[in-house]
């Protein structure tokens, strides 16, 4: 018997002997099953009543059941024998592409399913892009995907000058030298990515600020100004989560549609939903004191083009 | 004999046409929130990837449920938290959800359930892809960037963990579904 978690959060307790033992007997039992696939392949491609599009259905839905047959057979034996598993486990035999989550559950048993990632704006959380990878990569692994993302959008608004990425923000997750890296190549600041679990500086000295961009060798193409926003932005970066809470009320936190793809079709509407619902706030001026200081600060003033300056007269 | 029941106010209707909008007042919810949607380079990004992907093998048939309609309920769907089945009855008796869906006269039957089928809302959903899906989310993006209310100057990236839902019907449901079933 083995015991996982820590005592506080109650512990999981694994007969290791009597799962090994059951799963010989399904490997058993499972043993024929290979044959059988093959005399059932040989005899779809003689059935002659069938129609073409009809068999070829057929053949893919059975050739998926068989690879996924194969890949539950590979587990199990590494299982019974005593073997550590591989990073992309199965979990789900009809769903090979869902992976463990064990992001922030360090002392918990890990939950099944997937792993969202959404990049937003800090001040009003209007969501730029999401994602939806297959299995359950790294949180750096993200980032590049989304901001090409973003970059796409900002290529479609025909305003002048062109919009720009100046600064990213994230948790310890992201923290990647390769990543900031790549990062300072496209010009974009990442003081908002902590190193260290330290809190951040939300204002930092004229020195600190010459010393950020020199680091990610950006002095040219970066103002001070902008440092200082981005500072605000990593300090501010938690509010992330009542994004991410907004779209858990529109029912994200639960996948309902089948597969990859369901799972991103239902996490895209959402995020849309939820985009249409922050921009009512922000027409609305339903903004905290913060998100509407941040907003000045980017330039982004309410104009009042329907309201009379003077409505005295 | 079902479809062209549901499908029939699309071609002509019958009794006087409510003009939607009277119904629905300027701070409505559901009101203020569709006029956020940039519809028209929405319906043309949708239109244009399932011309491409899914041609119209031939020009005869009845003209389908336009894509603005499908769309709306789509979005609604998740903004209002319900069901296909419900949204799509929805539809049919909330003035606010047609004014969602575009819809700005109101002609139907009373005879007539459903505007939309839920089967139909389901076949709409699985023809999107993920490119098209990034499209979508762009446009919508774009258009708020243009119109001054976001900026993407200063970003936040996070992930967040879900569940897969299950799609077996638990014994919860059936003895809830067993007790329901004497009583109609």
Redesign the interface.
């Known amino acids: 018997m083995r015991c996982f978690g820590r005592q506080c959060r109650g512990q999981g307790h694994v007969f290791v002997k009597l799962v090994r033992h059951t799963e010989q007997q399904l490997l058993e039992l499972g043993q024929p099953i290979t044959a059988l696939g093959q005399q059932a392949q040989q005899l779809l491609g003689q059935a002659t009543a069938l129609s073409d599009s009809t068999r070829e259905r057929l053949a893919d839905a059975f050739n998926a059941a068989m690879s996924s047959h194969t890949h539950i057979r590979k587990q199990s034996t590494q299982l019974t024998q005593g073997k550590k598993l591989s990073h992309c486990k199965i979990v ?1 035999a009809y ?1 090979p592409t ?1 992976a463990p ?1 064990l ?2 559950k360090s002392n918990c048993p890990a ?12 001040a ?1 959380g ?5 994602r939806v990878p297959e299995g359950n990569p790294c ?1 750096a692994s ?2 590049l995907p ?2 090409d ?2 970059q ?3 290529e ?4 002048t000058p062109r ?9 310890l ?2 923290n990647d030298a390769a990543l900031r890296q790549a990062l300072h190549q496209r010009a974009i600041l990442t003081v ?1 990515i902590p190193k260290t679990i330290e809190p951040m500086q939300p204002h930092p000295s004229p020195e600190e600020v010459r010393d950020i961009l020199n680091e990610a060798g950006l002095h040219r193409k970066r103002t001070p100004h ?1 440092v200082h ?2 500072c605000a ?1 990593g300090y501010s ?1 938690p ?3 009542s ?2 809470a907004s ?2 009320s ?9 597969g990859p ?1 369901g ?11 939820h ?3 922050t ?2 706030r ?3 001026q339903h903004m905290s004191k913060r998100a509407q200081k941040f907003r000045r600060l ?3 003033r309410r ?1 009042k083009i329907h309201e009379i300056n003077n409505p005295k007269n | 004999m079902r479809l062209v029941h549901y499908l029939q106010h699309w071609l002509r209707g019958t009794g006087t046409r409510l003009q939607v909008a009277d119904f629905v007042p300027d701070p409505h ?1 559901l009101r ?3 006029d ?2 940039p519809w028209a380079a929405l319906v043309a990004a949708v239109e244009h990837s399932f011309d491409t992907r899914f041609p119209t093998r031939s020009p005869r048939g009845r003209a389908p449920v336009p894509i603005r309609v499908l769309l709306a309920l ?6 209002v ?1 319900t069901s296909d089945e419900d949204i799509c009855h929805r539809l049919r008796t909330d003035f606010a959800v047609m004014y969602a869906c575009g819809l700005r006269e109101y002609q139907a039957p009373r005879s007539q359930v459903h505007f939309v089928l839920p089967e139909t809302l389901c076949e709409f ?1 699985g023809r ?3 490119a098209l ?2 499209e ?7 258009a ?3 119109e ?18 299950s ?1 077996r019907v638990t014994d919860a449901t059936t003895l809830y579904k067993a007790q329901k079933k004497p009583s109609n």
């Open positions: 789900n769903d869902m989550i992001k922030g939950q099944f399913g997937r792993k969202p990632g959404l990049v937003s704006e800090p009003t209007f969501i730029f892009a999401n949180d993200y980032v989304l901001l993302k973003v796409r959008a900002i479609r608004v025909r305003a919009l720009q990425v100046h600064s990213v923000a994230g948790d997750g992201i908002g902008q926003l981005a932005c970066r509010v992330v989560e994004h991410i779209l858990l529109r029912g994200a936190g639960q996948v309902r549609y089948k793809l799972a991103m079709r239902q996490q895209g509407m959402t995020v849309m939903a985009n249409g619902a921009l009512v922000i027409r609305q980017l330039g982004l104009r | 919810p203020q929130w569709a956020t949607f789509e979005l609604l769907k998740h903004e938290g959903r999107i892809d993920e899906m990034d979508l989310i762009a446009i919508q993006a774009a708020a960037m243009e001054g209310l976001v900026s993407p100057a200063h970003l936040v990236i996070d992930t967040f963990p879900c569940a897969q839902g799609q």
